[in-house]
């Protein structure tokens, strides 16, 4: 269960990002924040309103091909035709799936249908962004686009909650919120998680390779 | 175990394609890396596919044991208890090569003892204990060839460290296929790489030739990252 001391606080323009092992509640608290269950002590303007990347994105698969998957929630939201294509040309460009926008989406691979359904949430007019792992099938390049998105959408004022095994995202957050057994334990900074990161032992992905090819006698 | 060349048609303007032979037999975990879509799982579910015995790979051996990419596509309503149930019938194949006490070992080495008692159903567990779940009960099959799709995902570092260490224990009895788009899990338990884009082997090579591909290196590298120690 998640319960919280921590005064938590969703603000326009902030990319947060949620670290923690396995199984100890990141994606219960984004589906608190959502609005699934009440009684969460994040604060956020009542009438704000949040679009839920869940983390298996086979469940949120609504439609056959993936230029229909991504016009169904403006269409949802009534927003005009013309600025809807515009919306998807600038979104599949930044993400680079432009030449996914033909294919059904049966015949996607995993990391393919997690870009597409990446993108159907940035289409889902909201004012907070909460993102349930979503690079856990991309590559780094990929996860950088992702993040290109994410600061574009914190330029207009979206709120933005990614959460992830990866500790290398926290480069591309303003907050880290770091979580134990059902709690956020710790709300960080960006520089103070840099700072901390070496001395708790948080390895990024990063580490692990560097690490691992000087163990195999590269230079790098 | 050799891949010999191929085209296999997909979809309609969609070809998986290999237009070198390769032996493998002299490698014991090969590794598939590619960016996403680059059809790496394709591959390998081709190769296990025992219809397709002409493109040679794993067509000596019979039954393979099989990591997917999402657990609860294959079991969709089951609880672990019951999964396990099935694992060890003998009727099937798979029964008559799962080792119960080796899956039990596993199970503590990956903490998982606690979702095997609580028995819920599987949707109702989070993706990175579902992920430990599968790997235990791959890890558990006693077959030659072990095939693991993208068994990284989902798994915090201090789980992929022991994944690694089963995968070294899985590699003294099987020859293991590991699929992934994250360059550390090849680095630390493959000796061999089959690099994939656009639906074709691009390259094959021994671990060690990685360490001379600066244009791997920086692909797979995450960005930004001249400022730490």
Redesign the interface.
Known sequence: MIEDKQKLQLSPGKRILIL????CG??SLLKHIAGFDSGIPVEAPQSASAALLM??P?YQIIMQDVREELSFPQKNAAVPPREAEANITGVTEILGIRRLLDREVA??????V??VMIAATFLTPADAYLLD?PS?????????ALHRLAQNYAEKGKCICISS????EY?CCDEVWLMERGAVKEVLSREAF?RER?KRG?????????R??RE????? | MKILPFNYRIAKEKVLQNTTAMDLSAWNCVGVLGPVGSGKSLLIKLLADMQLRDLGAFSEYSFCAYLSQDLTQLFTGNTPQSILELYADTRYTVGKHFDRGLFDRYARRMRIEGLLEENRRLLTYSEGERQRLGICLAAAVKAKVCILDEPTTALDTESRMELYRIIADIRKRARIFMISHRLADCLYVCDYLILMEDLHIRDHYPLQEIIEKADILSYYLPQSEDEDV
């Open positions: 923690g092992p396995s199984g990141k994606s983390q298996n086979f015949t996607l691979s995993f990391g393919e997690q870009l792992e856990s099938h991309l590559d780094p390049p990929l996860i950088a095994q990866i500790a290398d480069r840099h070496l948080i390895l990024t992905e990063g580490d692990l390779i560097r691992r090819l195999l006698g590269g230079t790098q």
